[in-house]
């Protein structure tokens, strides 16, 4: 069965995570696929919503670990890097359906989001810097727009996880409901946007977007240059090692090249 599973409603198409088994961690393959998906999504108005959830207990736990450390990204275009572009330059509406853990990416990818509604069991964290890495998605410029420097302190230089009450009073997500009620709540929004005229709703979008998008697009890319360092070095080396041996990481014992002078 596919990683990714899609349904067209009308003019809405509903995207599903589908690894439940896994909670939906995306490896490569997968952030291709959504970028292929929100890059033919953005053509027309065949599509005029994009609803976006997981399957099972989980919205998505981030990077798959294991298809992450066989191929890295580097400081060129990744998979990772192809959605980010997509989903910085989708000028319609995405619904999101955030329901248990949505951990790393799974966070960060929703600050692109329009709508994200949390069931009341959503947790989220962005623990980058557990694992000797930085923020992605854009997120080191978003969420410290978003929240204020001194509450993302907390997020991402401590990498603190936080439930979904805590998420709403941060502004990260649009409303907190019944784990029960979560995805007809979503796919009710979605509906209600499908019914709206097409081109006035994207330009309302791409206004709100216009004065940030620039910016995103330089944290986005200064992540990808420090991000693909960071996961090559002795840290992440040590952090990743102790993550797959279920220990805690010694950065104490841990010596990285000092830099050279001029």
Request: proline share 5%; aromatic share 6%.
């Amino acid at each position: 069965m596919s990683d990714i599973i899609t349904e067209r409603s009308g003019n809405i198409l509903r995207i599903q995570l589908n690894r439940p088994s896994r909670k939906n961690a995306m490896t490569l393959a997968m952030y291709n696929t959504m970028a292929d998906l929100l890059n033919d999504a953005a053509k027309g108005d065949q599509i005029r919503v994009v609803l976006w959830h997981g399957a099972g207990d989980s919205f998505s736990a981030g990077n798959d670990i294991q298809d992450f450390l066989k191929n890295p990204p580097g400081t060129g275009e990744s998979p990772q890097a192809r959605l980010i572009e997509a989903l910085i330059n989708f000028d319609k509406p995405i619904v999101a359906a955030v329901q248990g853990a949505a951990i790393g990416g799974g966070t960060t990818m929703l600050t692109h989001c329009d709508f994200v509604f949390a069931g009341e069991g959503a947790k989220f964290q962005m623990p980058f810097v557990n694992l000797a890495l930085v923020p992605e998605f854009g997120s080191s410029y978003s969420v410290p727009a978003r929240i204020g420097y001194l509450r993302a302190a907390e997020l991402i230089l401590l990498g603190l996880p936080f439930d979904a009450k805590r998420a709403a009073e941060l502004g990260f997500v649009t409303q907190v409901v019944s784990d029960q009620e979560l995805l007809e709540t979503a796919t009710q929004t979605a509906r209600d946007l499908a019914k709206k005229p097409p081109a006035a709703l994207r330009a309302c979008k791409r206004l709100m977007k216009s004065s940030t998008r620039g910016q995103l697009e330089q944290a986005a890319k200064l992540e990808n240059e420090e991000f693909s360092t960071r996961v090559r070095s002795a840290e992440a080396k040590e952090a990743f090692t102790a993550f797959i041996e279920k220990r805690k990481p010694n950065f104490d014992a841990v010596s990285e090249p000092k830099a050279h002078a001029a």
